[in-house]
DNA sequence: GAGTGGTCTAGACCACCCT
DNA sequence: GGGTGGTCTAGACCACTCT
């Protein structure tokens, strides 16, 4: 058994303080932290329970409620017996988490991309008001055709708070996954989102670009998500075929 | 404070019995059962942690494990300071939980019905494999025209398990909002569930029940709900105008 | 002020996994 | 056998709500 003597408080955490955030939500913050910081890499073991708890002196209790939450957002995954382990964001059904569409089988479609485009600018009124920009803000725009088994699938266009990815304009290769490239790159995790579904016939510019011929019906996409301090990070909006692929959604 | 004396143990839950669920797992199992039986009704005050944790003789920790779980299922809903209630399918926005079209100001819409039609039958193929149904089984079928703001919105067609609804395909009148009626009618609980969307154009026949002109894109939901039991209550196929209207995601 | 849920702590035992 | 997370208990204090 451990005797529990504790040497040194370490770097207490805010306790006690009045209108303070829950102590949980702060272990939380702080662990958060350690993951998109990199000090703990994806697929890391964690230190146990009670050597958390130790190290920043409060109790296993409140470590534990603080792991459990962030195993519920898919960032640890805990292993009776073996330990805690940092969500691998590398396994296709994690780097494609907010990616919706199936198909007829029931298997997510893992799609790739091509002709990537970059651009700068000034943030036009749209998306000053969806990035929660001010006057004179610059974005970042991206445009790119994902592709499904090789073939045409969905046309993206993405704009990007310039503030927050500096230079990003100026790279030379953008990767298939961006919000994996995000956390790595920049140190932004992209944690949730809101996504407005509607429909839209293809014109003919769309139709060549997607292979299908004017007049057929796609699915677009309108999306802003937000980082880990609820900030917006990214605007983007997709027109999706639907042959043989379906978003779908779970009902709770 | 309350004095904790345990004046009998009262139904003893199945305790430290080897292999046994978890004590909270069994309190929430037995918490659905009050509440899908209707000995608790939606709107309830249900007693407070420290009532059920002596009723049941566990501790009140393990109510509060229970409680929360149920509450983030959004069949309790607990307000500090105020108590724990049974989670109302009434308001408004409970009773259209599943319905996730919005307007473009970012507010639910709220659908009526009309032109409803119900038949019952032998089930088919597809009905089988979306319910688990068996090879003699019966199914009701309603079809209904959904409004918005009096005007066609959406085209519905639903399947139902003739076992679970007894005489429903009889009823002069269908409610608006059916699964505030399963609850009430029939004690079943629509919990969860699994949506596809795809999109379609309206042919000459749908485009004259929605009033709009053939070659319209549409957007088509196909979705299975599941009860407290985890067994499939209904397969429901929408065809939808999304003119001034939008599918909201939460991405999380 | 009384009652409620929300947070935090401390300690116990169990089931599972490794070596 | 030793370490891990999973469950359960018991008790304390806080923040919120109602009257």
Redesign the pocket.
């Known amino acids: 058994?451990?005797a529990?003597t504790r040497d040194e408080p370490d770097k207490k955490i805010a306790?006690?303080a009045?209108?303070?955030?829950?102590?949980?939500?702060?272990?939380r913050d702080l662990l958060i932290a350690r993951i998109s910081s990199g000090a703990w890499q994806p697929g890391d073991?964690?230190?146990?329970?009670?050597?958390i708890?130790r190290e920043l002196?409060?109790?296993?209790?409140?470590?534990?409620?603080a792991?459990?939450s962030l195993?519920a957002d898919n960032l640890l995954m805990?292993?009776?017996?073996?330990?805690?382990y940092v969500a691998r964001h590398t396994p296709a059904d994690m780097l494609f988490r907010f990616f919706n569409f199936f198909d007829a089988k029931g298997e997510r479609i893992e799609p790739g991309s091509r002709d990537v485009q970059l651009s700068q600018g000034r943030a036009s009124t749209p998306e000053r008001q969806r990035l929660e920009l001010g006057a004179a803000a610059k974005v970042i725009r991206i445009s790119r055709l994902r592709t499904r088994a090789g073939e045409a699938f969905i046309l993206e266009t993405i704009v990007l708070p310039e503030t927050f990815f500096p230079g990003l304009a100026q790279a030379s290769r953008i990767p298939n996954t961006l919000y994996d490239h995000f956390q790595k790159a920049y140190g932004i995790t992209v944690a949730r989102g809101q996504e407005r579904l509607t429909v839209a016939l293809a014109d003919v510019h769309l139709a060549d670009r997607l292979g299908v011929v004017p007049g057929t019906p796609l699915m677009k996409l309108d999306r802003v998500m937000y980082g880990l301090q609820q900030q917006p990070v990214e605007w983007r909006v997709s027109l999706c075929r639907t042959d043989s692929a379906a978003y779908v959604v779970e009902l709770r």
Chains 1, 2 share one sequence.
Not at 45 to 51: G, K
Not at 57 to 65: A, M
Not at 78 to 84: A, L
Request: charged residues 20%.
């Open positions: 058994m451990i529990v306790q006690g009045l209108g303070s955030r829950p102590l949980y939500a702060q272990v073991l964690i230190p146990n329970e009670f050597a708890a002196g409060v109790s296993q209790g409140t470590i534990r409620k792991l459990d195993a805990r292993k009776q017996g073996r330990g805690t």
